[in-house]
C-alpha cells in the first residue's frame, strides 16, 4: 500500500521558520522524483519546490527561492521541505508528491496534506 504521510505542518509568525517532512512507503522511493506543493484557501494547487531521485537537482517556484530548501533522505524513504523567512502568503496545505515515469504516461502518489499558517 503506497502511502506518503506529511508533518510538520503549524501556526508560525510572519518571518519564522517551519520544517516539513514526508515519510513514503509501499513503492521503491530512490526511484521517484519528490516534489513539494501547495494549495492557499481558495486556488489552485501549485508546485513548490521539486528534487530529483538521487537529490542532484532541485527546482523551486520564484516566489520561494532563497527562502525554501528541498531534500531528501533515501534510506529513510523521507523528503523534506526547509521553509525559512516564511510570509502571510505563505499559507496553504501543503501536499508531498511522487512521480515517475510509467509505461503509459506519469505516475504519481499524493499525500493527505499539512496546513502551514502564517499569522501573528
Known amino acids: 500500500q503506497v502511502r506518503l504521510v506529511e508533518s510538520g505542518g503549524g501556526l508560525v509568525q510572519p518571518g519564522g521558520s517551519l520544517r516539513l517532512s514526508c515519510i513514503a512507503s509501499?513503492?521503491?522511493?530512490?526511484?521517484?522524483?519528490m516534489s513539494w506543493y501547495r494549495q492557499p484557501p481558495g486556488k489552485e494547487r501549485e508546485l513548490v519546490a521539486r528534487?530529483?531521485?538521487?537529490?542532484?537537482?532541485?527546482d523551486y517556484a520564484d516566489s520561494v527561492k532563497g527562502r525554501f530548501t528541498i531534500s531528501r533522505d533515501n534510506a529513510k524513504n523521507t523528503v523534506f521541505l526547509q521553509m525559512n523567512s516564511l510570509k502571510r502568503e505563505y499559507t496553504a496545505a501543503y501536499y508531498c508528491n511522487a512521480r515517475t515515469r510509467g509505461v503509459y504516461g506519469y505516475l504519481d502518489y499524493w499525500g493527505q496534506g499539512t496546513q502551514v499558517t502564517v499569522s501573528s
Open positions: 509501499g513503492f521503491t522511493f530512490s526511484n521517484y522524483a
Open positions: 528534487i530529483i531521485t538521487t537529490g542532484g537537482t532541485t
